[in-house]
């Protein structure tokens, strides 16, 4: 009998080992371990044997039964652990490794416009020296404010309708400058760096305004910087986007952080100047403006203004974006909308 038990057992490892569904496995189980198993029959089977017999086959069965058991829950766990490693491995997709996105047979697939063309101005400053920085999208009011000479009860404060939090001293910043005050507070002069990001004011939305939208800032801090670097600067970065000439307009700009402050404007593209929704009929769009850093905020910044001065501009990366690819509407680049992501898809 104990010979019988012994055989069955390997019998059981046998087929165990061999099994890969979990319902032959739960099949195995109700058989070998079930009321009318081959374990059962053998226990039934005691009743004829001698008591010394009962007590070692008895033993034997129980501990056997025991280990079966075991044996089978850990088969079942593996079983388990391999489906879901294999519907892991079928699901996941690297979506920066384009053969293996081919592979999937998902052929659309790419970066959304604003993070192409913030990349592709990103390489153009890093080319020229540019240092590239980031900041937080909640800010206090020094960095947003004080710290760009915009006081308390300045007018340019309501230009710029801000979320402002329920302490009323914290905000989501209203513009990348704020990248300008840190990045002041973290350098020392000589310093360039280009700072883009998202900012958000509460206004109304139209094709050409959005509540969150994405500003790229820079700025230039040394000794002798002039309004020609600025200029020259501003130049090689649209033409290195469009890589074509493009219109622009320079014109005079108010910025308390600047002095004097330009507004750089570029023909609107969509209409090609006749005048459309975009640039309200008047056939430019506000893109870039910029200036001389105002004295009072390279103080602020901890800047001697006797030896240093500087440049900043604060790009609006949506509108160029737009521009670019010819977008007529602002709130599509946000939408979500995949009939629009996928006009955009490289690979
Ligand atoms: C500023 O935010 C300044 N901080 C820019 C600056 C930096 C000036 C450094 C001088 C020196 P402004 O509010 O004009 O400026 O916004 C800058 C650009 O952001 C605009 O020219 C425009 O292209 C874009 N912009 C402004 N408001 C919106 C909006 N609601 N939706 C989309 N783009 C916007």
């Not at 059981?12 to 195995?28: D, G, H, P, Q």
């Not at 958000?200 to 040394?222: K, N, P």
């Not at 709130?331 to 490289?346: I, K, N, P, T, V």
Request: with cysteine; proline share 4%.
């Amino acid at each position: 009998m104990l010979e019988t038990l012994e055989t069955m057992m390997r019998e059981f490892e046998l087929k165990l080992s061999a099994e890969t569904s979990r319902a032959e496995v739960l099949n195995i189980k109700s058989h070998y371990v079930g009321k009318k198993g081959p374990l059962a029959d053998v226990l039934k089977g005691l009743k004829d044997a001698t008591p010394e017999e009962r007590t070692t086959i008895g033993a034997r069965s129980n501990e056997m039964k025991t280990i079966m058991i075991a044996a089978i829950e850990a088969k079942l766990t593996e079983l388990e652990l391999a489906e879901i490693n294999e519907k892991l491995d079928k699901q996941w997709t690297d979506i920066t490794d384009r053969d293996a996105i081919r592979d999937r047979g998902m052929t659309k697939a790419g970066f959304h416009p604003v993070t192409t063309i913030q990349r592709e101005i990103e390489d153009v400053f890093i080319s020229m020296g540019f240092e590239i920085l980031d900041g937080p999208h909640i800010e206090d009011e020094f960095h947003n404010f004080d710290a760009l000479n915009i006081p308390d009860s300045h007018p340019a404060r309501d230009m710029q309708d801000t979320f402002w939090f329920a302490d009323m001293k914290h905000l989501l910043r209203t513009q990348t400058s704020t990248i300008q005050v840190r990045g002041m507070e973290s350098h020392t002069p000589p310093f360039k760096f280009v700072g883009p990001g998202k900012v958000f004011r509460c206004e109304e939305t139209d094709a050409s305004h959005e509540i969150a939208f994405h500003q790229f800032e820079g700025m230039m801090v040394g000794e002798n910087i002039s309004v020609a670097n600025l200029i020259y600067f501003m130049k090689t970065l649209l033409s290195e986007i469009f890589k074509r000439e493009t219109n622009v307009r320079l014109r005079p700009g108010f910025f308390p952080f600047v002095e004097p402050g330009f507004e750089l404007d570029i023909e609107c593209q969509i209409c090609g100047g006749k005048g459309c929704q975009v640039c309200k009929h008047t056939g430019w769009v506000e893109l870039l403006p910029c200036g001389m850093v105002h004295p009072n905020v390279l103080k602020a910044g901890g800047i001697d203004t006797t030896k240093y001065n500087g440049f900043a501009f604060g790009l609006g990366l949506d509108r160029l974006v737009m521009m670019r690819y010819g977008i007529d509407d602002i709130r599509l680049l946000h939408s979500g909308d995949l009939r629009f992501a996928e006009q955009f898809a490289e690979f």
